[in-house]
């Protein structure tokens, strides 16, 4: 038997610009499942954006929150779900990840910064979007290769080809 018995099919890792929300979207209508982000889930909760609870909160706050919305809903959602980019800093979130099926989306630099734009709504980026999603990378990377069995690359293509190759991922296991 592979992948758990119960939880999300497939739990999508990686940094900010990665595409874990538009490609989340496409392989949950693709496989006939609901779709979650669990920066929606802190927000839904709290009542604010991640901008506002970054600003009014601090950070440390806000990890607090995510690391209850990524647990809550490891539990709850059985379609895909999309983590924000830090969640996977957690000790706690990467224990609970364990046994799930964790696909990361791997992004570089160049194509991160520019899916990110301006970075106006991701308040970590906020003064020098490059440099900080550099710093992120490099910092961040390992850890994501550590959570995840499945890394599909996503320089350079669209959305729709990214989330074809995830579905597949997803299905593969499924039948194999
Ligand atoms: C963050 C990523 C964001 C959001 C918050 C912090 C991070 O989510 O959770 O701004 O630490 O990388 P996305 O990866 O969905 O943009």
Redesign the pocket.
């Known amino acids: 038997m592979s992948g758990p018995v119960s939880g999300p099919r497939v739990v999508l890792v990686g940094?900010?610009g990665a595409g874990?929300?538009t490609v989340g979207r496409l392989v949950a209508d693709a496989l006939g499942v609901g779709f979650l982000?669990t920066?929606e889930v802190v927000e839904r909760d709290a009542g604010r954006s991640?901008s506002e609870i970054?600003i009014d909160d601090g950070e440390e706050h806000?990890r607090d929150l995510?690391r209850r919305a990524v647990a809550e809903s490891l539990v709850h959602h059985d379609g895909v779900l999309?983590l924000?980019?830090?969640?996977v800093l957690d000790v706690t979130t990467r224990e609970l990840l364990d046994g799930h099926r964790v696909v990361f989306l791997r992004v570089g630099l160049s194509d991160a910064a520019k899916r990110v734009g301006l970075g106006v709504s991701?308040?970590?980026l906020l003064g020098n979007v490059r440099g900080r999603i550099k710093q992120?990378l490099d910092e961040r990377t390992p850890i994501y290769e550590g959570v995840a069995q499945h890394a599909v690359d996503t320089d350079g293509l669209t959305a729709a080809e990214v989330a074809e190759r995830v579905r597949a991922v997803v299905e593969d296991e499924h039948h194999g």
């Open positions: 940094a900010m874990k929300t982000d920066d991640v970054f806000f995510e999309a924000g980019g830090g969640a991701r308040p970590l992120l």
